[in-house]
């Protein structure tokens, strides 16, 4: 099983629409949890950290189900613009708190 | 947030050749990190570099074929030795940019190399 997986979709939405991305971890010690996003041929930005509180960005909500190992990213009124690759990211332990991507969740937003 | 340049962004490279990435971070870090991303996957950490400490490699991944280079809290590099067109992928440094694992800063990134073995 692997450390971080997420549904590598493509999520094919109209513009307008919500979407939700789930991602799930498997070691429950794990600490800190992001979403980054990544454009084609680009390298990958931090999009928002996730509290265990969840937390909120605008038309970008996070949260964190530490129970039952998942982290969610939930857009509302998609746009063009948010057509992107999005990457959970869980910070593992191992000495040193590790980082470790799943493989991205596509997203395509058309009009 | 810490803001890394990476060069060269891209390269061609004849196989048995070796090619050097350097990141330079325009603020101290305690550790880098040095990732692959072959083309439609995510990211495959390589190894952990800190300052003044070998490199951590990670499994399927050894110093001979991948040496890094931590002088300074500034700066690493990574290189990719006796390239095949297998090493052909894209890599990216990254640096963490927050004091421990709760920061909520995360990790910032250079811009990747974009290598090809011909």
């Known amino acids: 099983r692997k450390e971080v997986e997420q549904d590598p979709g493509p999520f094919n939405v109209p513009e307008g629409a919500t979407v939700a991305f789930n991602c799930t971890y498997s070691n429950s010690a794990s600490q800190s949890f992001f979403w980054y996003r990544q454009d084609c041929r680009k390298e990958p930005k931090l999009l928002m950290s996730v509290y265990s509180s969840g937390n909120e960005d605008g038309r970008f909500t996070a949260q964190l189900n530490r129970a039952s190992q998942y982290i969610s990213l939930l857009i509302r009124d998609s746009k063009l613009s948010d057509s992107a690759t999005y990457l959970c990211?869980?910070?593992?332990?191992?000495?040193?708190?590790?980082?470790?991507f799943g493989r991205g969740t596509s997203l395509i937003v058309h009009p | 947030s810490a803001v890394i340049s990476q060069k060269p962004s891209r390269d061609i490279c004849q196989r048995g050749t070796s090619l050097t990435i350097q990141c330079q971070v325009d603020s101290q870090v305690t550790m880098m990190f040095w990732y692959r991303q072959q083309p439609g996957q995510s990211l495959t950490l390589i190894a952990t570099a800190n300052q003044g400490s070998e490199a951590t490699y990670e499994s399927g991944f050894v110093i001979d074929k991948f040496p890094i280079s931590r002088p300074n809290l500034t700066f690493s590099t990574l290189t990719v030795s006796n390239m095949s067109p297998e090493d052909s992928s894209i890599y990216l440094c990254s640096a963490r940019t927050g004091a421990n694992p709760e920061d909520n800063y995360g990790y910032t990134f250079g811009s990747g190399t974009r290598l090809t073995v011909v």
């Open positions: 990211v869980v910070n593992i332990p191992g000495g040193s708190y590790i980082p470790t």
